[in-house]
């Protein structure tokens, strides 16, 4: 019988990854496409460790939660395991395509959910560098 | 594992008496009807009690009914048949139809509209589904030649005032110049509900066979006599030269038998107890859920559901692995990426046309198989629901 998804996309359909909330997340990341009606909710908590001397923030983890098609819980799912662990600049690198091909390949008409998995890491991220940076400048502005 | 079947709105498992037909005509009657020997003829006779048998059910003549390749067909030789058949008598052609319609009206209006050379006005529903029939008499012009309204709605069931409206017409007609032809798209109603064409007073009806329970391939159009309609396929002079080409032998024959067992009050109140008992249960086992459609001016064998916070075709994903099958007015099954434009006319909310699941029973659905939707269903929901990001609270 013709599948409508590739085995690993079910795969992660019947059992999504890292799904649910992070309590005080790092920074948090909504997509949604209002057309097709899929939205995702991306939490990250980010730490920082010591390698080769050098400070290197990465992502401790990451959760999501997703009201969506079968593409869109399978992506955001794929999504979360492909930058968990990583640095965060390895995480911000993180492309649909490669969303998409870890999850042996995606229907044509679902390549979006793939941007949107790749977008919602992003957004977390941003949001994430965008609290930092406020964050920073409150300690200056304490320190004046 | 179960193999359960709640999409008869799609198409509906072959009968067993259809099965039976199918099997004896396909070992002996294979001729051309339109042959003069005896080989056509004898299938040229089984055509002909088919379209008796399906004159009778519309109460109309054998004259009065084209069979084509299906509710498609039929629904297009309708519009563009009487619009072409028009030609020359009138500069525009004015169409009115609603927002609900299956595509194949929909969509031939649409074409219609885009060549210039008709117009047309789709009408607003209500959020029920239903359409307004004083909204109808408000919509005609003096160049409305055709007016096609579907006698039920193929995703939430709703059941339009047919007879109303084409009373209405009638009555206009009377003193009109440029008389009004009135159709009816009665593909999802076939089975349900009466479909005597005088009783409805409308002029052009739509039926298909696989609906019934019988093949894919085959469905009718009925067409009032004296109505101006072109035909759309030539090159023949097959169905009163309206619809040229070999007739669908098989798919006519099991048509036309198929419709006996159509308006089966027995078996209509079987399936609607059924239908009853499902929403019932489900609108009480799992919480957040609204029905679409009418509630009373429905069909006795569909119920359209709303499950808020979760995603039409992860709930319809994991139902197939459970072996059930439904359908769903979500934009991700569709291909297009368009939500319900059924659902979109009665809400205008693309969230609750993603969240909605159609369930539609017919002949062979059984208690047990309701048992085991009924027992299957709440745990998705709950499942899909803990994984979204709306609805928590309510938890």
């Known amino acids: ?144 | 594992m179960a193999k359960i079947y709640l999409d008869y709105a799609a198409t509906a498992p072959i009968r067993p008496e259809i099965n039976k037909l199918v099997k004896s005509l396909l070992s002996q009657k294979f001729g051309n009807p339109s042959s003069i020997h005896s080989f056509g003829r004898e299938v040229r006779e089984l055509i002909d009690n088919a379209r008796e048998n399906l004159a009778k059910f519309l109460n109309c003549t054998s004259q009065e009914i084209i069979f084509t390749s299906g509710g498609t067909e039929a629904n297009n030789l309708a519009i563009k048949g009487v619009v072409s058949g028009f030609k020359d008598k009138i500069d525009l052609p004015h169409i009115i139809t609603t927002k609900i319609e299956h595509h194949s009206v929909l969509h031939v209006c649409q074409s219609l509209e885009k060549s210039r050379k008709t117009e047309v006005t789709y009408l607003d529903v209500d959020k029920n589904g239903l359409i307004d029939s004083s909204e109808v008499k408000k919509a005609i012009k003096p160049n409305t030649i055709l007016i096609s309204i579907m006698y039920a709605n193929n995703e939430v069931g709703t059941i339009e005032p047919i007879r109303q409206i084409g009373k209405m017409i009638e009555k206009l007609n009377r003193r009109r110049e440029q008389i009004i032809y009135f159709h009816t798209d009665a593909i999802q109603a076939g089975h349900y509900l009466k479909c005597d064409t005088k009783y409805l007073h409308v002029d052009l009806l739509t039926i298909s066979g696989h609906k019934l329970g019988s093949l894919k391939g085959a469905g009718a159009l009925f067409v009032k006599k004296n109505t101006p309609l072109a035909p759309q396929i030539i090159g023949g002079a097959h169905e009163y030269n309206l619809r040229a080409g070999t007739e669908n032998t098989l798919g006519i024959i099991t048509l036309g038998e198929a419709v006996k067992f159509a308006n089966n009050i027995k078996e209509v109140k079987k399936i609607q107890k059924l239908r009853n008992y499902l929403e019932k249960k489900i609108l009480k086992d799992i919480p957040s859920v609204e029905p679409n459609g009418h509630l009373i001016k429905r069909l006795p064998n569909i119920t359209n559901l709303n499950f808020k916070y979760v995603e039409g075709e992860s709930i319809l994903l994991n139902l197939d692995l459970k072996g059930i099958a439904v359908s769903t007015g979500s934009a991700c099954t569709s291909g297009s990426l368009e939500p319900s434009h059924v659902i979109m006319a009665m809400h205008e909310c693309p969230k609750r046309a993603h969240g909605s699941i159609r369930f539609s029973l017919g002949w062979k659905t059984t208690k047990k198989n309701i048992d085991y939707v009924i027992k299957t269903l709440p745990k998705i929901i709950k499942r899909l629901r803990k994984i979204s990001p709306f609805g928590k609270k309510e938890y």
């Open chain 1, 1 to 144: 019988m013709t599948e409508l998804y590739s085995k690993k996309v079910m795969a992660h359909f019947k059992n999504p990854k890292n799904m649910g909330r992070i309590k005080n997340p790092s920074g948090v990341g909504v997509v949604g496409n209002p057309v097709c009606g899929d939205v995702a909710k991306y939490y990250i908590k980010v730490k920082s460790k010591l390698k080769k001397g050098k400070t290197v923030e990465y992502i401790d983890d990451v959760k999501v939660e997703t009201l969506g098609c079968g593409a869109a819980i399978a992506t955001s799912s794929m999504a979360t395991e492909l930058v968990k662990g990583k640095p965060v600049n390895d995480a911000l690198k993180i492309t649909n395509k490669a969303i998409a091909e870890a999850l042996e390949g995606l229907p044509p008409v679902k390549m979006h959910c793939s941007i949107l998995a790749e977008e919602g890491i992003k957004n977390a991220i941003e949001d994430y560098k965008k609290r930092k940076t406020k964050k920073a400048k409150a300690k200056t502005a304490t320190k004046n």
